[in-house]
Structures are given as structure tokens and as C-alpha cells.
């Protein structure tokens, strides 16, 4: 019912840049929150950065480095990443936690963009 598609991962030096870009579609009534999550190898999922209802949360070790914006009335959220490090290697999920046209709520994933950053 929901497609929620990411792009622009890749592979980059160390302090280098990034653009996430993520896009979502389908029987959406509202979106409540967009956000994104990384998992690295051997680690759990965790959060990197969500906004929520105009608010912004930054993982702590992304802080002045990344930047999460989502357009008014659009269904996309962006993840700018400078600053990179080879500890930011991970695969990036971009995460929407959505309203349907049937008046539901759930959370959904997409399937993932691979961010190498090489030392």
C-alpha cells in the first residue's frame, strides 16, 4: 500500500559528503513522521535522524555533520551527511510512519542504501 524508496548512498573519503534522498507513495492520508536509521555490520539498527511534526532529533554522534529536511506538503525527506567518517559506514533506512486513507497508522521501511566511507 506504501512504497518508501531511498537513494543516493555510495561510496566516499572520509570527510567527504553525502545527499540521502527518500521518497514515499501510495494510499497515504498524512505522513506523521519521516526519519533515518543505519545498521552497520554486526550492529543493531539505530536512529540517525527523525523529524517528527516539525521536530527535529539528531543521534548524538551525527550532530553538526548531518542535516534531515522534509518539504512542506511533500512526501520525501532528505539526509544531507558531511563530514564523513568511516564509522558512518552503514546501510541507511529511511523510515515513515504513515496514515492511510483507511484512517490506519503503521511504519514503514525501505529496503535500504549502502553509505561507505573509506579512511
Known amino acids: 500500500q506504501v512504497q518508501v524508496v531511498e537513494s543516493g548512498g555510495g561510496l566516499v573519503q572520509a570527510g567527504g559528503s553525502l545527499r540521502l534522498s527518500c521518497a514515499t507513495s501510495?494510499?497515504?492520508?498524512?505522513?506523521?513522521?519521516m526519519g533515518w536509521y543505519r545498521q552497520a555490520p554486526g550492529k543493531e539498527r539505530e536512529l540517525v535522524a527523525t523529524i517528527t511534526s516539525g521536530t527535529v532529533t539528531y543521534a548524538e554522534s551525527v550532530k553538526g555533520r548531518f542535516t534531515v529536511s522534509s518539504p512542506n506538503d511533500k512526501n520525501t525527506v532528505f539526509l544531507e551527511m558531511h563530514s564523513l567518517e568511516p564509522e558512518d559506514t552503514a546501510v541507511y533506512y529511511c523510515?515513515?510512519?504513515?496514515?492511510?486513507?483507511?484512517?490506519?497508522?503503521?511504519?514503514?521501511w525501505g529496503q535500504g542504501t549502502q553509505v561507505t566511507v573509506s579512511s
Open positions: 501510495g494510499r497515504i492520508f498524512k505522513i506523521n513522521g
Open positions: 523510515n515513515a510512519h504513515v496514515r492511510l486513507t483507511t484512517g490506519y497508522e503503521y511504519s514503514y
